[in-house]
């Protein structure tokens, strides 16, 4: 019912930014619950940012508080996360996905039900 794909990723300096996409397509997500997650090689599936339908209310992990910006333009189906002061360690495969469910726990893998195939930011030092 909904697909989710996701571009802008790279290869970037440590310092510099990146902005990635999640376009959607399908149903509308106007109120969907938006997230950002990212797995990293032999590590978990982790919580990076989320965004309430309304745009208005956003969480971000403590990792990336202050680096990373969620928005979301629900007229254009898209939620994109500027990534700012990159470091080494944001390296990962990097995954939106959307809870059309309304689970209420942004944070948590399992809060989503609709997720896009990744796409890689590389972090060089």
């Known amino acids: 019912q909904v697909q989710l794909v996701e571009s802008g990723g790279g290869l970037v300096q440590a310092g510099g930014s990146l902005r990635l996409s999640c376009a959607a397509s399908?149903?509308?997500?106007?109120?969907?619950?938006m997230g950002w997650f990212r797995q990293a090689p032999g590590k978990e599936r982790e919580f990076v940012a989320a965004i309430r339908w309304s745009g208005g209310i956003s969480f971000y992990s403590n990792s990336v508080k202050g680096r990373f910006t969620i928005s979301r333009d629900n007229a254009k189906n898209t939620v994109y996360l500027q990534m700012n002061s990159l470091k080494p360690e944001d390296t990962a495969v990097y995954y939106c996905a959307a809870d059309t469910e309304g689970s209420g726990s942004p944070y948590y893998v399992s809060g989503y039900d609709y997720w896009g195939p990744g796409t890689q930011v590389t972090v060089s030092s």
């Open positions: 399908g149903r509308t997500f106007s109120r969907y619950t």
